[in-house]
T-cell receptor, first 116, second 117 residues
Framework: AQSVTQLGSHVSVSEGALVLLRCNYS??????LFWYVQYPNQGLQLLLK??????LVKGINGFEAEFKKSETSFHLTKPSAHMSDAAEYFC??????????????FGTGTRLTIIP | DVKVTQSSRYLVKRTGEKVFLECVQD?????MFWYRQDPGLGLRLIYF???????EKGDIPEGYSVSREKKERFSLILESASTNQTSMYLC????????????????FGAGSRLTVL
């Protein structure tokens, strides 16, 4: 079974500061990993994904994440926070051996607040 | 622009009522999913379907059923709604099989917020 743990249900950063959202995974096989973002009153949209190619993955809106197998982590970062980054962020994992039916297992989410 | 459309954004129902949540996608995706989103619990998979008339239970199927009569439509059914089914329900779809970049990406609808009184 796979799972993800997101450390910190709420994170606040000042505008212009570094954003760091933490995600650790548990998987018996090398996983696929994802970060999704949910803006208020909207569904989820993909920020970025790791599928065993480059360990540093760049996504939309200036976000990136690094897959670290030794730490079983996939933390999300952005060098400089913008007010528009305020949202809820979800880390998710899937099993690549589950061919075709990519069910995702989601973390509990981190709500990011940006302080002006 | 590709879309997953959930017909009802907000619903209020009474305990014991039968509830239908409808989801339609226009991307010709084989896979469709229903998730439930609750504060502090994240998203939990209720059911998914990888083909017409095919369905598999997710992590929390109790109290729910689904119907997929057409490829583009996936319905979630609450046979007898209860207050503990008050939640946000998210539909998603994806392609079957692999893309050249690896994992297929789920495309989500905007959600249906259900309140059961």
């Amino acid at each position: 079974a796979q799972s993800v743990t997101q450390l910190g249900s709420h994170v606040s950063v000042s505008e212009g500061a570094l954003v760091l959202l933490r995600c650790n995974y548990s998987s018996s096989v090398p996983p696929y990993l994802f970060w999704y973002v949910q803006y208020p009153n909207q569904g989820l949209q993909l920020l970025l994904k790791y599928t065993s190619a480059a360990t540093l993955v760049k996504g939309i809106n200036g976000f990136e994440a690094e897959f670290k197998k030794s730490e079983t982590s996939f933390h999300l970062t952005k060098p400089s926070a913008h007010m528009s980054d305020a949202a809820e962020y979800f880390c998710a994992v899937s099993d690549p051996s589950n061919f075709g039916n990519e069910k995702l297992t989601f973390g509990t989410g981190t709500r990011l607040t940006i302080i002006p | 622009d590709v879309k997953v459309t959930q017909s009802s954004r907000y619903l209020v129902k009474r305990t014991g009522e039968k509830v239908f949540l409808e989801c339609v996608q226009d991307m010709d995706h084989e896979n469709m999913f229903w998730y439930r989103q609750d504060p502090g619990l994240g998203l939990r998979l209720i059911y998914f379907s990888y083909d017409v008339k095919m369905k598999e239970k997710g992590d929390i199927p109790e109290g729910y059923s689904v119907s997929r009569e057409k490829k583009e439509r996936f319905s979630l059914i609450l046979e007898s709604a209860s207050t503990n089914q008050t939640s946000m329900y998210l539909c998603a779809s994806s392609l079957l099989g692999r893309t050249t970049s690896g994992a297929n990406v789920l495309t989500f609808g905007a959600g249906s917020r259900l309140t059961v009184l």
